[in-house]
């Protein structure tokens, strides 16, 4: 599942030089189902700031893809969200292990945005499900896979798109490339 095969960039006609550049392409990697833990854990604002940090365990979860099928690591994880005081807007920061089906353990650190775009989202307590056309919601992913067949992921970089479905965050998982329809290349030490 490919997007953008040599789409031009708008940034052409920004430029007063003759240098063309097109639009990167998005493969799909996989869908993690996550499940977070029931309580959150707010830790307030430093030094009487603005900025809340708010961290939100994970409990578990799967992820199925083309080339991937796995599950999170039982509590290996949560998403250190810094929240801005008066609004619902947050940026996330989570890490977590996932467990491949063959027993290779991956390494995951997202970092992204959370904000609602309709200002009523959260009128009656927070929902338990958002969808992608209630809120702006993308995390940038990266991976650090050891030796073997899930190398190639230690050169992605990943774009999440989330969405929440009956308390479950959702991640859409996406590689970023120049080079739609060719895999990821392996990365590893050549010593």
Same mark, same amino acid.
């Given at each position: 599942?490919?997007?953008?095969?040599?789409?031009?960039?708008?940034?052409?006609?920004?430029? +007063?030089?003759?240098?063309?550049?097109?639009?990167?392409?998005?493969?799909?990697?996989?869908?993690?189902?996550?499940?977070?833990?029931?309580?959150?854990? %707010?830790?307030?604002?430093?030094? $009487?700031?603005?900025?809340?940090?708010?961290?939100?365990?994970?409990?578990? $979860?799967?992820?199925?893809?083309?080339?991937?099928? $796995?599950?999170?690591?039982?509590?290996?994880?949560?998403?250190?969200?810094?929240?801005?005081?008066?609004?619902?807007?947050?940026? %996330?920061? /989570?890490?977590? +292990?996932?467990?491949?089906?063959?027993?290779?353990?991956?390494?995951?650190?997202?970092? $992204?945005?959370?904000?609602?775009?309709?200002?009523?989202?959260?009128?009656?307590?927070?929902?338990?499900?958002? /969808?992608?056309?209630?809120?702006?919601?993308? +995390?940038? %992913?990266?991976?650090?896979?050891?030796?073997?067949?899930?190398?190639?992921?230690?050169?992605?970089?990943?774009?999440?798109?989330? #969405?929440?479905?009956?308390?479950?965050?959702?991640?859409?998982?996406?590689? %970023?490339?120049?080079?739609?329809?060719?895999?990821?290349?392996?990365? #590893?030490?050549?010593?």
């Amino acid at each position: 599942m490919t997007s953008s095969r040599s789409q031009s960039s708008p940034g052409n006609d920004y430029s +007063t030089e003759n240098i063309k550049m097109k639009i990167p392409g998005m493969e799909f990697i996989y869908r993690l189902d996550c499940e977070m833990a029931k309580e959150n854990h %707010l830790v307030g604002a430093p030094f $009487g700031g603005t900025n809340s940090r708010m961290i939100m365990p994970i409990v578990g $979860g799967t992820v199925k893809g083309p080339k991937i099928d $796995g599950t999170i690591q039982h509590m290996s994880g949560a998403d250190w969200g810094t929240m801005v005081k008066g609004t619902d807007y947050m940026r %996330l920061d /989570a890490r977590y +292990t996932l467990k491949t089906h063959d027993g290779h353990y991956i390494y995951v650190r997202s970092k $992204g945005i959370f904000s609602p775009q309709k200002e009523d989202l959260f009128a009656k307590g927070e929902p338990s499900t958002m /969808a992608q056309s209630d809120v702006d919601w993308f +995390t940038r %992913l990266q991976f650090d896979a050891g030796p073997g067949p899930y190398d190639w992921m230690n050169g992605v970089f990943g774009i999440g798109v989330l #969405s929440m479905h009956k308390g479950r965050i959702i991640i859409d998982a996406y590689r %970023l490339t120049n080079f739609p329809g060719e895999a990821a290349k392996d990365i #590893s030490a050549k010593i």
